[in-house]
């Protein structure tokens, strides 16, 4: 019997691990400034309008996760990011997993612009909780605090 269990548990485990290796990876930038957070909200999909998020995207096949943090930024902000490390842990969304990173604006870059949002705030710690973030960065929120002055 007690075979038949931990057979089961690393079926089990080992299923769990391929689906988190297939999961589609979204990339959010926690892009930090001046001691305040850059909070970016959304007008898609209908269920998400409206909403706060970090911006960021899809991983494409074969780009790196700090790349393509680069390249969200520079696609929805005009703005040049330099990823600086991961934040939280990974967390399960519809669309697969959403991995947080942090970044600074590099020296001479534009101040973000919403080209993607409906509105851009720099937001501080005191005044992150307020804002209707989507439900996935919402569980960053405490991890974020800690990285704010
Ligand atoms: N997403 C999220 N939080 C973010 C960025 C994205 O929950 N900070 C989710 C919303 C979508 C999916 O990831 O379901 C893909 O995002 P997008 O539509 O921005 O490409």
Redesign the pocket.
């Known amino acids: 019997l007690l075979r038949g269990v931990l057979t089961a548990r690393a079926a089990g485990l080992t299923s769990a691990v391929a689906g988190a290796a297939d999961a589609r990876v ?1 990339v ?1 930038t926690a892009l930090i400034d001046d001691g305040r957070l850059l909070a970016a909200r ?1 007008t ?2 209908e269920a ?1 309008a409206g909403r706060w ?6 991983v494409e096949a074969g780009e790196d996760e700090a790349d393509a943090v680069v390249r969200e930024c520079k696609e929805e902000l005009g703005a040049d990011v330099e990823p600086c490390g991961r934040l939280g842990t990974d ?1 399960p ?4 997993l ?1 991995r ?1 990173h942090l970044a600074r604006l590099r020296p001479g870059s534009a101040p973000p612009q919403p080209l993607d949002h409906s509105a851009l705030r720099w937001v501080s710690a005191s005044e992150l909780d307020a804002l209707p973030w ?4 919402r569980a960053v929120l405490h991890d974020l605090r800690a990285a704010l002055p």
């Not at 998020?53 to 899809?58: A, T, V």
């Not at 969304?93 to 697969?96: E, H, P, R, S, W």
């Not at 989507?134 to 960065?137: F, G, I, L, S």
Request: proline share 9%.
């Open positions: 979204v959010a959304r898609r999909p998400l998020e970090l911006p960021g995207g899809s967390l969304i519809d669309a697969g959403l947080v989507v439900d996935a960065d």
